[in-house]
């Protein structure tokens, strides 16, 4: 916001922004734009400086639970109209943001989308309310777009969407004409769900073939016998959230079934950094499927992964 001032002069006031969504905290971040950022969510842990930030949000559900146990809280709550995460009103209305980011496209990510617009309109500052609900990688960066031009920083959107347009073109160049490499992407382990939106656009990019995501739709429910008839050569562990080391701890609590698959390779990916997130660094999540699969073609790459032996 530039206000007229005395003389027809004009003075720079920071934009107060309240991200309620881990992606969007860090496309603020890649964009500059971490002064304006008021608060975060209390999962909003990148970059580094983001969780010094006050928290607006908690979980309702209790932390290091089985799988099976987060999906039946999740179920639970969902189906009883109850939200997932609670928002912090009070502080909320003590920062009287300027610009509140939130999403719609998964209830089980983020504050409810209707619960921030009621909070938004009780609000003295009466803040704008943007949502970002990318299904695909394109539409993600069509985010970057969407945010740069609500908090004022187009010029950083243009180079930011530029650099990730240079580093994808790079995967693709370098993997095509390579023999696809057949892909199951596990977002969850018990029940078995599926990878969709983005991911199997990534696994494309990289030289594989998704046999059982779909590009822009939702995550799906499967079985483990729905997998194996994919007849995957890679199998690419995701839990939605956990990074790189607890996935591979699920990997081999479920090691059996993931032997049954009678893939060539099992490997454990850092989703909640480069595939969970819609954010800057699902570039660097497209780098580390296109070295997994095709590491003569894209040597030097990431290693956010560890690979599974069983």
Known sequence: MLPAQPGGTHILVAMR????????????????????????????????????????????????????????QVRELT??????????????????????????????????YDD?????????????????????????????????????????????????????DRVRQATAGAEPVRVAALEWLDPIYVAGHWTPQLIEYAGGLDVLGMPGEHSERRTWEAVAAGRPDVVVVMPCGYDAERAADEAYEYADELERLGADRVVAVDAAAYF???????????????????????????????????
């Open 276 to 310: 969970s997130r819609p954010g800057p660094r699902l570039i660097e999540g497209l780098e580390v499927l296109g070295h997994v699969l095709h590491p003569d073609r894209l040597p030097g790459a990431p290693a956010h992964w560890v690979e599974i032996g069983l």
């Open 17 to 72: 922004i309240v991200s309620l969504v881990p992606s969007a905290t860090e496309m603020l971040f890649a964009l500059g734009l971490g002064r304006d950022v008021a608060a975060v969510t209390h999962e909003c842990d990148f970059p580094p400086q983001a969780r010094d930030r006050p928290k607006v949000t908690s979980d309702v559900i209790g932390s290091g639970l089985p799988p099976a146990e987060v999906d039946r």
């Open 116 to 168: 921030v617009r009621a909070v938004a309109e009780r609000l003295e500052s009466r803040p704008r309310v943007v949502s970002l609900d990318p299904n695909t990688l394109g539409e993600v960066l069509g985010d970057v777009r969407t945010l740069a031009e609500a908090a004022g920083a187009q010029d950083a959107g243009a180079e930011l969407l530029e650099a990730a347009g240079r580093r994808i």
């Open 79 to 112: 189906e009883q109209g109850k939200a997932i995460y609670s928002l912090d009103e009070q502080l909320l209305a003590s920062l009287q943001p300027d610009l509140i980011v939130t999403q719609q496209l998964c209830a089980v990510c983020a504050v409810s």
